[in-house]
């Protein structure tokens, strides 16, 4: 509790001088709602063409680029400082990180505050609302509760891969997340059903980096759609091992930080 | 000219230097290659839509891959710093024309982005069957769309990185460039799928040049005729923003002197 | 028991070799080569609870390396380092609350915050009560001058204040065992006095401090152990005025005499002395050994050869000493 509390201190930290940069805001929120726009025009103008892709419907699918982008804007408006990582470690910024009594990556999570994740947050939970409301889900209190689960277990799972990929750069000497920017990319794949890839990436995006419980899995089950629909059930499972494995590849990785200046 | 060739080298050198770097930033234009593949391998499983059969989105999403590597090794970014730390007072002051030298690094990592077209070209045609190449005067055209894609995507991403000197924010612009491009050259979805009033409009962009293009006239959906006049625009574009490119950037530059830096 | 504890500390870095120009770099893809650079080598080092101890030695002597060893920012090759009998990064949260780090070449401040604002944050971080808080404002506020920075912003501190300032917040959860890494460097005289009084009155409080620097001004008067590192070892562990009586026994007696002596005259009569002419004649340096003769006895013999007009005996400074053993005119036996 204290260590929830500390955290949204330190990332309210940043929240005032945030909002000298007005312009800022307005220009990144733009971008990414128009980002999103662009989505839906792209996934409108094939849908006009077909009614289902592989028994999806425009707005089950509509559903999936929601719950990714839902995901992404958590990860930018709370933990937006893990992408800066690659840049600390590169400068030697950990130092003082490192001799304070609270965890390292929060320290890292909570040194930035992305506002842009904001408008992702609506456009997301838009898509995903006009997508529920569209669908025949019968909602008991059992399903608003299991869809709060799965939410939360969702947003778990892009956060710990974020972490995990971005820890990587402990091992890189690159001065840029790239190799995690480009996981995030992949992530992007999980905007579709998972059903229309090779096994191959089925295995990538199911198992490696699970990606595909952010959206594909949960909502299949939600939907009662597609096939090993109850996968999704295992979306907190997922979640507790991604957390797990992030946690320990940032633990490995501080081990062989070096510092700067030698 | 030889301080341009020795700007173009030092770019690819960079470029090899963060060579993971290098692969990874281009795992955007990679990842959509797969996702819509993967898409359109579903939906046209059956019958073609608009005329487009699956080897056809096949070939069309390789030209739209091909297209979206080319000049992306840009250095746009060091650019965009370069110009709100105010660094940019330092490239004013060798003797070399700023736009020309940009170019220049440009086109430096020119080579390293075709080999990699080559790898990634290669490896689908392996997994998915091959492609009908165009013959005699598409070809021709091809090549001219592909040569003009050069300098156009390059001036399109100059001037967006330029609005620095005006928003203190790159990234905005960036994904908002990305975005758009996205959609209007037709890399996401081929144009014929919009409606048909923002179709016209982005056929007539200069954004159109940068996938839509090139891709078209490879699947030989354009005549030789509508072709040339497809490049004539391509061609239009690169000097209009050549030309207005400048006048941007001397008004950029009254903004820099204006306020110091 | 000693409060930090350091036992046959070792740490490697490892570079990447790269090759010069677009070749260079291409090799590197395929084939990557490292060299290995030992920071520190093979360091043993304890500090008693309380004891202020002086860092020294020339750049890249691996002073910082050891630092951020005995702070648990790195982890080391071999050997290792107990805090209070803790295992710094095993036990990361308790010794953080225990030791203070300042690194003069780097802030810990936040860049778009006021001052106040990142001393709260570190406040609420290192979980100090309220009381207490002020309290230890105050105190820098005595010593430091820290009100008046208070409402300035990170990034618009100067190097002098955003000194003062990062003190202030290496120091703001009481530690009992205190890092000073280059805390004076880039200073300005006036400041820099008032960081060192600081420094002693942390020392007279009880705190353990240890003190790298490489300008030599700011342990003299503030420690009585001096530890020398040099190329990653440990050179000298030792007291501080020992150090000159170990390694710098030599004395000049610079004298000034009413006539002319031969400078063989001179020779003959100070055996074990070594006698030079100085600028103007009748000037003379003489260098000597001062367990083996001690000035007075120097000055007896030269008043019995001829009338002095005037003489004054230089003694090395701690300064002097230690930069011949930097620059390896005086070599300190191991």
Redesign the interface.
């Known amino acids: 509790m ?1 260590t929830a509390r ?1 955290y949204l ?2 990332l309210g ?2 929240f ?2 945030l909002l000298e ?1 007005e ?2 805001f307005l ?2 929120a ?3 709602v ?2 999103q ?2 989505n839906i ?2 996934l409108a ?2 849908f ?3 009614p289902v ?2 028994g999806w419907t425009f707005w089950s699918v509509l559903m999936m680029f929601g719950a990714v982008a839902l995901a992404e804007g958590v990860g930018s408006l709370f933990f937006d400082g893990m992408w800066n990582l690659a840049w600390h470690i590169n400068r ?5 990180y ?5 965890p390292v990556a929060l320290q890292v999570s909570s040194a930035a505050l992305g506002i ?1 994740g904001l408008s992702n947050i609506v456009t997301g939970s838009l898509m995903i609302g006009a997508g529920l409301a569209h669908s025949a889900v019968d909602w008991t209190p059992w399903r608003v509760g299991l869809a709060v689960l799965l939410l939360i277990s969702s947003v778990v799972i892009k956060v710990s891969i974020n972490l995990a990929t971005n820890a990587v750069c402990f091992w ?3 001065p ?1 997340p ?2 995690a ?2 996981m995030h ?2 992530g ?2 999980a ?2 059903p998972l059903s ?3 096994l191959a ?1 089925k295995a990538v995006l199911g198992v490696a980096l699970p990606f595909a419980f952010i959206s594909y899995f949960p909502i299949a089950y939600l939907l009662d759609t597609g096939p090993s629909r109850w996968l999704g059930l295992l979306t907190p499972l997922a979640a507790v091992y991604c957390a797990g494995v992030a946690a320990l590849v940032f633990q490995r990785g501080l ?5 700067a ?2 | 000219m030889r301080s341009y060739r020795a700007l173009a080298r030092a770019a690819a050198r960079a470029a090899l230097a963060y060579r993971l770097s290098l692969l990874l930033g281009m795992g955007a234009v990679l990842v959509q290659l797969v996702a819509l593949l993967a898409v359109w391998r579903v939906v046209l499983a059956q019958s073609p839509i608009n005329g487009f059969t699956w080897p056809q989105m096949r070939a069309y999403l390789l030209v739209a891959f091909a297209a979206g590597i080319v000049v992306s090794i840009l250095g746009d970014f060091r650019m965009a710093y370069r110009i709100l730390d105010g660094d940019v007072a330092l490239d004013l002051v060798k003797p070399v024309d700023y736009q020309k030298a940009r170019f220049a690094e440009s086109l430096g990592g020119l080579w390293i982005e075709l080999a990699l077209i080559g790898v990634v070209v290669g490896v689908t045609l392996a997994f998915t069957g091959g492609v009908d190449l165009p013959a005699g005067a598409g070809a021709a055209l091809f090549v001219a769309s592909m040569l003009l894609l050069v300098p156009l995507k390059f001036l399109i991403v100059y001037v967006s990185t330029l609005a620095c000197f005006w928003t203190q924010n790159f990234m905005g612009v960036q994904w908002a460039r990305l975005a758009v491009v996205n959609l209007l050259s037709g890399a996401l979805i081929p144009l014929v799928y919009l409606p048909h009033w923002l179709a016209t409009a982005a056929q007539w962009s200069p954004f159109a040049g940068l996938t839509s293009t090139p891709a078209l006239i490879f699947l030989g959906r354009v005549d030789a005729g509508e072709g040339l006049l497809l490049v004539a625009v391509q061609l239009g574009w690169v000097l209009v923003l050549w030309f207005g490119a400048r006048l941007v950037w001397r008004a950029a530059l009254r903004r820099l002197t204006v306020n110091g830096g | 028991m000693p409060i930090v504890e350091a036992r046959d500390l070792t740490k490697v870095f490892r570079r990447p070799d790269k090759g010069s120009g677009l070749a260079g770099s291409f090799k590197h893809l395929f084939a990557r080569r490292y060299s290995d650079k030992v920071a520190v080598d093979h360091i043993d080092l304890s500090i008693e609870a309380g004891e202020a101890v002086a860092y020294v030695g020339p750049n890249g002597a691996g002073k910082s390396t050891t630092v951020k060893l005995l702070s648990g920012i790195l982890v080391p090759t071999t050997g290792q380092v107990r805090i209070d009998g803790l295992h710094p990064q095993r036990d990361r949260t308790t010794v953080a609350h225990r030791i203070g780090v300042l690194f003069g070449q780097r802030t810990q401040l936040w860049w778009d915050l006021p001052v106040s604002e990142s001393l709260a944050v570190l406040r609420d971080i290192y979980g100090v009560d309220h009381a207490t808080y002020r309290q230890r404002l105050a105190r820098f506020d005595d010593v430091l001058e820290l009100g008046e920075l208070l409402p300035v912003i990170g990034r618009k501190l100067s190097l002098g204040q955003r000194m003062r300032a990062d003190l202030a917040a290496a120091l703001i959860h009481g530690p009992q065992v205190v890092y000073l890494d280059e805390p004076t460097i880039g200073l300005d005289l006036a400041v820099k006095d008032r960081v060192r009084e600081f420094f002693r009155s942390l020392r007279d409080e009880g705190t353990t401090v240890m003190l790298t620097s490489h300008d030599l001004a700011d342990i003299e008067g503030f420690c009585r152990r001096l530890v020398i590192i040099d190329a990653g070892r440990i050179i000298f562990d030792g007291d501080l005025v020992g150090v000159k009586d170990t390694f710098a026994r030599e004395r000049i007696l610079h004298v000034e005499t009413a006539r002319p002596v031969p400078l063989e005259t001179l020779r003959d009569s100070l055996p074990g002395a070594e006698v030079t002419v100085e600028d103007t004649p009748q000037r003379y340096a003489v260098r000597f050994d001062r367990f083996a003769v001690s000035a007075g006895q120097v000055v007896t013999v030269l008043a019995g050869l001829t009338d002095l007009v005037d003489f004054r005996v230089d003694e090395p400074s701690i300064e002097d000493v230690i930069r011949r053993v930097y620059s390896g005119e005086l070599v300190l036996p191991r």
Do not use: C, W
């Open positions: 204290r500390l201190r330190l930290a940043h005032r001088s940069y312009t800022d220009i990144l733009g971008a990414t128009l980002m726009v662009v025009v792209f103008a094939l006009a063409k077909v892709l592989n030697g910024e950990l130092d003082y490192l001799v304070r009594p609270y842009n890189l000497s690159s840029s790239m190799f920017f480009a990319q992949v992007d794949l905007r579709f229309i890839y090779p990436l081990r062989r930080y070096e510092s200046g030698n």
